[in-house]
C-alpha cells in the first residue's frame, strides 16, 4: 500500500512493529518539485506506544490482513468500553487509552461501528462517519439568529466540545462529523 492511500483506521507494519493510524496530515509541496508529505499518527497494537513518522506519497508501506466486523457499542466502564459483534454476540473490551479518540463520540447502543481485528486480536474501532448526539450544556438559543450567524460551543453528552450556531438550544440532539469534530446539522 501507498503512503497516499493511508486512511485513518489503516493498518500497516513496519519495522517488525504493527501500527493502526489514528490520524493522517497531508503536506503538501512548496516548491514545484518538492513532493507530498503524508504525516501519520498512530499507535503500535502490542505496546500501545504513539507512533509518529512522514512519507513521501508514492514510498511503499507492508500492508497487514485486517478484519472490520459490525459491532453495537454496549457500555463504558473502569476497564474501558465494550463492544459486541452484531452477528456472533461475541464482545470485546478496549481499554480507553486506545479509544482515546473515538471515546467522545460513542454513546450507548451506537450501531454503525466497525472492529477492527488482526490476527485474531482486537485493535480498535472504525465510527460512522456522522453519529448523533444530546447538547447537555451551551447558552441559551438567541431568538432570531440565523443557520449562517456566529457560533457558540457546546458540550455534548460524551463530553466533546464543538461549535454550533447560535439558534441551537440545550437538550437537542445533533449530528457530528467524526473525523472533523464539526456539527453538521440537528438530529
Known amino acids: 500500500m501507498k503512503a497516499g492511500e ?7 507494519k513496519i519495522n517488525n512493529r504493527t501500527i493502526i493510524v489514528k490520524g ?3 503536506q503538501s509541496p512548496s516548491s514545484r518539485s518538492g513532493n507530498t508529505l503524508y504525516k501519520l499518527r498512530g499507535r503500535d497494537v502490542v505496546s500501545k506506544q504513539k507512533f509518529e513518522a512522514s512519507y513521501k506519497g508514492d514510498e511503499t508501506l507492508q500492508d497487514v490482513d485486517l478484519m472490520r466486523r459490525q459491532v453495537q457499542f454496549l457500555f463504558r466502564d473502569g476497564d474501558g468500553c465494550t463492544f459486541m459483534d452484531t452477528e456472533t454476540y461475541e464482545q470485546y473490551t478496549l481499554s480507553d487509552e486506545v ?8 454513546s450507548d447502543g451506537l450501531e454503525g461501528i466497525y ?3 488482526v490476527d485474531d ?3 480498535g474501532v472504525e465510527l460512522p462517519t456522522t453519529v448523533t448526539l444530546e447538547i447537555s450544556e451551551t447558552s441559551p438559543s438567541i431568538k432570531g439568529a440565523s443557520a449562517s450567524a456566529r457560533t457558540k460551543p457546546a458540550t455534548l453528552s460524551s463530553g466533546l466540545v464543538v461549535q454550533v450556531p447560535e439558534y441551537i438550544s440545550p437538550g437537542e440532539v445533533i449530528k457530528v462529523n467524526t473525523e472533523s469534530a464539526e456539527f453538521i446539522s440537528r438530529a
Not at 6 to 12: A, I, N
Open 121 to 123: 486480536l482486537f485493535m
Open 6 to 12: 493511508v486512511k485513518k483506521g489503516s493498518v500497516f
Open 115 to 117: 472492529a477492527l481485528i
Open 24 to 26: 493522517v496530515q497531508v
Open 99 to 106: 479509544l482515546e479518540d473515538e471515546i467522545k463520540y460513542l
